[in-house]
């Protein structure tokens, strides 16, 4: 009977102790009532001017808070950290598309850039009015990332469709780039897109409709992230809204990342 009485208390501690741990965790997201400006890098490992380019932006991510890059690497180049064609399709359909050899392409928020003025654009983002304050947190186990997510409106937002997309991003991959002087063999590639939450679809999954002032949403996702080095390996977390206009239809609102 004590035996038992033991295992029963000590059940029930587990218990206790796993959910004031999960509510524990859940206080811990703050939303960040900050602007962030994101850039988006079409890239390959072929095109010799790519290697500026990355190592530009990766930069720039790592000197400048709320300068965020993602790296996309174009398929059928024989790119190894390349990403399906249907899912680059629906980047470059609703985001200006690149020429084929017109590699790095640069897509800050919403508009095409060239590489001189990524910093200019990403300044303009970074300093308008922060509709949506975002915070997140990952986890990796068993090859499987958690990605946990708060939002709150900090103004009263149109009433138009909200979506939302899980970017599993991964740093220090180290593959042969291509530059101006020749192959270098032990580039190392930061911010590459290696996931997504929604599969083939770029701007993720609808997830409000307009919304109140301070209104707070959460949400979570998970996703395989099989092949990729727990390590190295982020959520990014964007938050896009529909627009009125033929492209791109889904307007950048804001993005958080856990790197």
């Known amino acids: 009977m004590k035996k038992y009485f033991l295992v029963m208390l000590s059940t029930l501690m587990v218990l206790v102790f796993n959910s004031c741990n999960k509510e524990e965790l859940q206080k811990e997201l703050k939303p960040q009532e ?8 079409y890239t390959s490992t072929l095109n010799p001017a790519c290697s500026w380019g990355e190592e530009q932006l990766s930069g720039q991510a790592k000197d400048v808070r709320g300068y965020i890059s993602v790296g996309i690497h174009s398929p059928n180049q024989s790119d190894p950290m390349e990403i399906s064609e249907a899912l680059f399709n629906s980047f470059i359909e609703d985001r200006p598309t690149p020429t084929p050899y017109g590699y790095p392409s640069y897509i800050v928020g919403d508009k095409s850039c060239s590489n001189c003025h990524v910093p200019v654009s990403m300044d303009n983002i970074m300093s308008r009015t922060c509709n949506i304050a975002m915070a997140a947190r990952d986890t990796i186990i068993n090859k499987k990332m958690t990605v946990t997510v708060k939002t709150k409106n900090l103004t009263q937002l149109e009433n138009v469709d909200y979506y939302m997309v899980v970017y599993v991003l991964e740093d220090n991959l180290v593959y042969p780039q ?14 590459v897109l290696r996931k997504t939450s929604s599969g083939n679809i770029y701007y993720g999954e609808k997830v409000f409709t307009g919304g109140a002032a301070n209104k707070e949403f959460n949400k979570e996702f998970t996703i ?4 990729c080095n727990p390590n190295f390996t982020y ?3 964007v938050i896009y809204k529909k627009g009125n206009e033929s ?9 958080f990342w856990t790197r």
């Open 224 to 227: 395989d992230v099989t092949g």
């Open 34 to 41: 900050k602007q962030n400006g994101l850039c988006y890098m």
């Open 235 to 237: 959520a990014l977390v």
């Open 247 to 255: 492209t791109p239809k889904y307007l950048f609102e804001n993005a």
């Open 178 to 191: 291509n530059s101006e002087t020749g192959i270098i063999s032990n580039f190392v590639h930061d911010c």
